[in-house]
């Protein structure tokens, strides 16, 4: 994989898709942290679900306090984890006041600091939240890095690094939105869809399937 081929993969997945974003439904920063903590090892549909009723009712983190754990409980009993999202949401919300004034804190270091919050989380906000250009490698970004060979590394840290190093500048901003959805729908795990791929010419996958 070269420079050459990277500028044209992210070129042809801009085209695909010219302005990618989040899955999971969001209006503030806030909103947006919490449906991110929500999603670990669960879906964004089934975290969209729950928020959908949540925020209406508390979407700040004087409401959602207010509601109490158990009141929050029944909001996200839905969602795989939901006791301990439970608990880390209420402390989240602590901090928050306490710390920043109510408002999500725009460093890494001051989101990992949140209980909950780790270094893929705390990359989704500020990329998505606040256009910062940072790339949070999940699992689909993961395998599709790797299968690629766009940016192949041995653990999530690895392959963010390279991502960064090698992703030319003008698409940093939108990469991980392009990554991410690329995995979910064209790059799956089990069975890739090689053949509706717009960049399987440039993919070096060795075991690419012929279908579509």
């Not at 050459?4 to 969001?26: C, D, G, H, S, W």
């Not at 503030?28 to 959908?52: G, R, Y």
């Not at 690629?148 to 939105?177: C, M, S, W």
Request: net charge positive; charged share 25%.
């Amino acid at each position: 994989m070269n420079k050459v081929k990277r500028a044209e993969i992210f070129k042809r997945l801009k085209a695909e898709n010219p302005k990618p974003t989040t899955e999971l439904n969001y209006t503030t920063p806030f909103e947006l942290l919490i449906a991110v903590l929500l999603s670990a090892q669960a879906t964004d549909v089934s975290v969209n679900k729950a928020t959908d009723k949540l925020y209406p009712i508390a979407n700040t983190p004087e409401a959602i306090l207010k509601l109490g754990i158990n009141g929050l409980k029944n909001y996200i009993k839905t969602i795989g984890l939901f006791n301990t999202k439970a608990e880390n949401t209420i402390k989240t919300c602590k901090i928050l006041i306490e710390k920043h004034g109510g408002e999500v804190p725009q460093t890494r270091a001051e989101l990992e600091f949140l209980p909950g919050v780790g270094r893929k989380t705390a990359n989704v906000v500020l990329n998505t939240a606040f256009g910062h250009p940072t790339i949070a490698v999940d699992t689909h970004i993961f395998r599709v890095s790797n299968r690629t060979k766009i940016a192949p590394g041995r653990n999530v840290v690895e392959v963010e690094q390279k991502l960064l190093k090698f992703i030319p500048e003008e698409y940093k901003l939108d990469a991980h939105h392009w990554l991410i959805l690329h995995g979910r729908y064209v790059c799956t795990a089990r069975k890739p869809r090689c053949g509706a791929c717009v960049i399987e010419d440039l993919c070096e996958f060795k075991d690419k399937i012929d279908n579509e």
